[in-house]
């Protein structure tokens, strides 16, 4: 299975559905407004007021975050929810459930996903695809860099555990890949 992972990152607008094909597409955060997505990991409440999912994702957080976006918006209801911090994945690197990216790329590989292609993952102070800038997230490089270790670690342990897993960063006309295909 072919699973796209899509961050907001300014990069993600070089996601291209036609491209796959992908049998499954994550957003992560606000890139569930780029295009219809299966799954929408939001790790925090917050996120929900912010976004307008297109389609009709299953919305991934923790049960906390869930309880509070059903609080202020009853609406959220008649979406489906799945709890990551339930996901049966304990052989993942340390805090790999407090990053949308490396919940989303686990949330993949867990329903099956071999190659996932991953966009708008910059890693940059730039403003997101959409223009969303705030300073207050301290997008610094000291956060960059350990964002960068974590997703160097799952992706490490996915493909050197698994001979069919491939893990593509698509980013600025660039393509890194991970595995072995």
């Known amino acids: 299975m072919n ?4 961050c907001p990152g300014p990069g993600l607008v070089m996601y291209d559905d036609t491209r796959g094909p992908y049998d499954l597409t994550v957003g992560v955060n606000r ?18 007021s912010m976004t307008a ?5 299953v919305v991934i957080c923790s049960a906390d975050q869930w309880k509070i976006v059903l609080g202020a918006h009853p609406e959220a209801a008649a979406l489906a929810h799945l709890d990551h911090t339930r996901f049966p994945f304990s052989k993942a690197p340390v805090g790999w459930h407090t990053k949308g990216l490396t919940v989303a790329i686990v949330a993949a590989y ?12 910059d890693w940059t102070g730039l403003a997101d695809w959409d223009g969303y800038h ?10 960059w860099d350990a964002e960068k270790d974590l997703y160097g ?25 991970a595995g072995k295909a």
């Open 53 to 57: 999912p297109r389609g009709r994702p």
């Open 31 to 48: 890139a569930a407004g780029f295009t219809d997505c299966d799954l929408w990991v939001m790790l925090d409440a917050r996120t929900f």
């Open 134 to 143: 705030v300073a207050s997230q301290k997008r610094s490089a000291k956060r």
């Open 110 to 121: 867990l329903r099956g996903a071999r190659r996932i292609d991953c966009f708008g993952v």
């Open 153 to 177: 670690d799952l992706v490490d342990l996915l493909v050197n555990g698994d001979e069919h897993c491939v893990i593509r960063r698509v980013s600025s006309g660039k393509c890194q890949v």
């Open 3 to 6: 699973a796209s992972v899509l």
